[in-house]
């Protein structure tokens, strides 16, 4: 059974809706961890739409589990990851406009930035996770940056439409995943994950660990974060 990682954002945007303090994506965090997830992801967006330097601080102190901060290379969110010291940072791609992460890094551009905040987290003893397209180059890209681990995308295998799409986007998920495992590297992944998709990924036995959101926090306004949580974590564990 991969790690639950359970990611707060969208508990963060609801709160911002309203520009008040409710509900707390920091609550929502305990009481998930309370129940068995394994950790905690929030995402650092350069336009604060969601997540705040102060939710990442307070999670920091409060946490007993792992958290996880996705974040770009711009200069001020990699000064503030060095100072808050998350226990894994996952560089993500950011484009302005978008609804939600498009895809993995292209891992052919700002090489030597990449190759800088790397070695800058892991001096301070964050592991570093890149966000990456399950495709072989860039399983061998991100290992040549010395990334510890990649976060595998599933947007495609969430949308495909087809048996036979789908059996190929978990053959290029399975692929990536063995070839970093077999380059000693940890193996996440996420991204559109839901209780009804959810169960092809959890089955791969070389994927460590899941990133969902979304779809979580969807249910979560039905039957509660920690029922949600159980509920994942339930179809994980079957």
Known sequence: MPRLSVNVDHVATVREAREGDCPDPVTAALLAELVGAHGITVHLREDRRHITERDVDILRRTMQTRLNLEMGLSDWVVKYALSVRPDVATIVPENPGELTTEGGLDLTRSVDRLEEVIGLLQD??????????????????AHKLGADCVELHTGLYARAGSTLEISEEIEKIVGAAMLAKKLNMGVHAGHDLTYGNVHHIGQIHEIDELSIGHALIARATLVGIQEAVKQMLALLDS
């Open 124 to 141: 301070v003893g964050v592991l570093v996770s890149l966000f990456v397209n399950p495709a072989s180059g860039s399983i061998r890209k």
